[in-house]
């Protein structure tokens, strides 16, 4: 949604700066989560902003889908092979700066989420099926 409206991330990254994105990132959690039935794949720096939280929270269940350094490192690797290109946080290759950034991240994920699944392993059906069948029976009807 927000590289519909404005470009691609990196481009407005590397043009304007975290701070310029952030604000965009806010306001387009703040309209989406007041939406019904809608699954939002936010990226993992959502977490840094507490007012984000709250209006994820509000509206929905939130669900953290963590990885192994060295599995969300390789998927990293490949997404800019395949030319999606993640900015750095720090000026380091992105996969270079996980372990520092899941260090000052992780807290906030346990502390916000709902539901916690591990993904290092497993399929994207197969994380659909884990969410699945974790929802609460008044979420799935």
Sequence with gaps: MIEEKNGSIEKMVSEKG????RAIEKKAVAETAKEDDLVIATGGGVVLDEENMKNLKNHGLIVWLKGDNAVLKE?????ERSGKIRPSLTGEKPWEEIERVLHQRTPL????????LDTSRSTIREVTDM?????PEEVKE
């Design 18 to 21: 975290w701070e310029y994105f």
């Design 75 to 79: 998927r990293m690797i490949k997404e």
């Design 109 to 116: 994920y346990r502390q916000s989420c709902d539901m916690e």
């Design 131 to 135: 969410i699945i069948s974790s929802l």
